[in-house]
Structures are given as C-alpha cells and as structure tokens.
C-alpha cells in the first residue's frame, strides 16, 4: 500500500510539474495579404466554412479551448497543428508557386471528397467544423474553380 502512494504522488507531482513547461502557442493578429481568403476573393460563406473547420490547424492563429492550458494536451495540440501548417498554410498561399498551389488544391478537394478533413477528433469537439454536404459542394466548387484558373 505504501508503494501505491509513493507512486500515486510521483505521478501527481510530475503531472503537477509539466504544467509549467510551456509551449508556443499558434497566435497573430496579423492577416497577411498572402492568406487564401484575400488572394482569391472568397465568398463570405465558403470563407465561414473553411475558417471554421481549416484554419484552427492550417493557419498562424488557431483559436484555443479552453484545455489547451493543461498538460500534456497543450503538447499534442501543438504537435498537430504544426503538421497541419507545415502540410498547408492558408496564411501562406500567396507565397506558393503555381505548381504547389495545384497541389494543394488537389490534396484539399481529395481530403474533403473522403472525409479525411476536418479530422474526426477534431469534429468530435467541435462540432461546427463538420462539413455537411453542401458545405463540401460550395468548398469543392471553389477548388475546382481555382484549379482552372491556375491551368489558364
């Protein structure tokens, strides 16, 4: 019983030590003239859906839950939304070359055609960033759409 104790207050004292090791969290309140919004000129409703469901991930600001100050979920939400913006950056698309943004557009119109995106743990939660079929349609429209105009 002793041993449990001694373990049980190691566990609570480290648990109690990371949550002071802090982490860079994903914020600006800058929106560059390169964000995917800007270059292309989004309808306003399309802009809702991808700021909603995209950008927390592939963007330079993610808007945090509150449970982003605990750890080690800070850590994990760090990690994943470091991928996401070394996969995709909205912020960034203006600095894309032609050929990556045709890339990108195909791997956005593939992602959302399989629901691979927004990633289902992150619709468990955030519920509003699911995509109904319309959404996916206005979405998909527009990556076509892009995609032509690139090819002209």
Known sequence: MKVLKIIVLVVLLGFVGIQFVPTDPNLSDVVPDTDFMSVNQVAKDI?????????????????????????????????????????????????????????????????????????????????DAKLSVEEKERILTLVNDLMEELDN
Request: with cysteine; hydrophobic share 25%.
């Open 47 to 127: 802009e809702h859906d991808l700021r909603v469901s995209c950008y927390d991930c592939h963007s330079n600001n993610t808007q945090y839950p509150w449970y982003n100050k605990v750890q080690p979920i800070a850590w994990f939400l760090e990690e994943h939304i470091k991928e996401g913006k070394e996969e995709l950056n909205f912020n960034e698309w203006g600095d894309y070359s032609d050929r990556r943004k045709r890339s990108k557009l195909k791997s956005i119109a593939s992602q959302i055609e399989d629901d691979k995106m927004p990633l289902s743990s992150y619709t468990l939660i955030h519920k």
